[in-house]
């Protein structure tokens, strides 16, 4: 069933204003993410925990990521997304106050707090599609991925210009960007409360007669239950794609800095993967929508494989490298893009934030999973056998979407 004419006017103002908000995100958590792990490491004189800070990250998007989707289901898209973006302001100023302690426990915290950042983000993706129409359902879900290539390319190389400003104030090494970070997310924030009319998740339910929500009490099992089995197919699709990316891209920095790289040349090629993970998610949204969600799952995994593989054989070249981290980040576009808009698609809209957060929870869960473990690996067997070890995960992965692709329909299910 598609939407009449006028909520398609609607739609195009609601994926404008979600765009600048992941514009604006992008640019803080980019700023700040690309050396979570440098300053940990230099916080706590002890480099084997470096992989802590990207789990510290996704742990928080993860222990974020249903508390705002119950908000969303209880009051709307827009207060959901305003308050994580707040949340995630306060967990800037807590990185800088925890490294000026000199404190890593308190750091880790205040990184867990700034990934409520990452989960606005994930919750955004899913509320792009609230008012999308079937046949267009990966590409609008796909467009605001895409907008977030502009402030998250744009913000590790802000590192350079956020150290002078941090040094300028008397902060810690390394802390300066933050203070960008902080800056964003505020901004976001405000851009939420105010131009997110209508809010789309509550246009949605009012278009389909769905009864408001009352109550934000269900229990962890109802989600996967309402996902049904092609739901939680997308869930694990989603979550090992985003274990896969975390554990490799989250010990590059620290590999590169072993290799003498300097924060330049560290911060461009961080931007040069996030370019990966974003630029071409408009490309796999709209071959999910005709070739099929499997499909396009299955070509991200194939080129995990080729990045796993590159970075096993060539981890020595910084140029090789480079392109590992390009070809990752691209493996991650399609596989996330196209396992979301299965997880978007699977339930009714009574239920669907219910099944969002719970796929982002799962989702960020292993992410921090592999952050904390690629450390643990890396300092064991190297960043070779980093990526070694984590082509199981993309074995797994290639299983699932190829039972997708063998399962009639794989294409956009129907409205419900």
């Given amino acids: 069933m598609s939407l009449p004419p006028p909520d398609r006017a609607v739609q195009r103002r609601v994926l404008l204003v979600l765009s600048l908000g992941q ?68 967990g800037a100023f807590a990185v800088i106050g925890a490294a000026t302690l000199g404190n890593p426990v308190l750091l880790l915290v205040a990184l867990l707090l700034l990934g409520v950042g990452t989960a606005v983000n ?22 605001v991925v895409w907008t977030t290539t502009i402030g998250i390319v744009v913000g590790p190389n802000l590192v350079g210009p956020g150290q002078a400003l941090g040094a300028a104030l008397g902060l810690p ?5 933050f203070l960008i970070t902080a800056a964003c997310q505020i901004a976001a924030a405000a851009l939420y409360l105010i131009a997110l009319r209508p809010d789309p998740l509550r246009e949605a339910r009012r278009l389909s007669g769905a009864a408001p929500t009352t109550t934000t009490r269900r229990r962890l099992g109802d989600g996967f239950r309402a996902a049904g089995s092609r739901g939680r197919a997308g869930i694990a699709i989603v979550s090992l ?48 929508d005709r070739i099929g ?3 396009v799952v299955l070509i991200g995994e194939i080129l995990f494989a080729a990045s796993l593989l590159t970075g096993w054989m060539a981890s020595q070249s910084a140029l090789a490298v480079t392109i590992a981290l390009i070809l990752l980040g691209l493996g991650w576009s399609a596989a996330t893009v196209a396992g ?5 698609e699977s339930t009714d809209i009574a239920h669907r934030p219910s099944v969002q957060g719970l796929s982002d929870t799962v989702m960020s869960l292993c992410g921090a999973t592999g952050g904390a473990l690629a450390g643990l690996v890396l300092s064991q067997i190297g960043f070779s056998g980093l990526n070694a070890v984590t082509m199981v995960l993309v074995v797994i992965g290639s299983v699932l979407a190829l039972r997708l692709t063998s399962i009639s329909g794989d294409r956009s ?4």
């Fill in 23 to 90: 514009v604006l995100a992008g640019v803080g958590l980019g700023a700040g993410v690309s050396i979570g792990a440098l300053l940990l490491s230099a916080v706590a004189g002890d480099e084997s925990i470096s992989g802590l800070a990207a789990t510290a990250g996704t742990l928080g998007a993860a222990v974020f990521a249903i508390p705002l989707a119950r908000l969303a289901s209880l009051a709307g898209r827009r207060p959901a997304l305003a308050t994580g973006a707040g949340l995630a302001m306060l």
């Fill in 122 to 143: 994930l919750q955004a993706r899913f509320a792009a599609t609230d008012l999308a129409s079937s046949i267009h359902r990966g590409r609008d879900l796909s467009i």
């Fill in 173 to 177: 090494d390394l802390t300066g960007p």
């Fill in 241 to 288: 794609a985003h274990a896969t990316m975390v554990a490799v891209m989250a010990m590059t920095p620290v590999h590169l800095a072993h290799q003498g790289a300097t924060l330049t040349v560290i911060g461009l090629t961080i931007s040069l993967h996030t370019l990966g993970m974003f630029g071409l998610s408009p490309v796999f949204g709209a071959l999910s």
């Fill in 293 to 295: 969600r499997g499909t």
């Fill in 340 to 344: 979301s808009a299965i997880v978007a």
């Fill in 413 to 416: 299910l129907q409205p419900v």
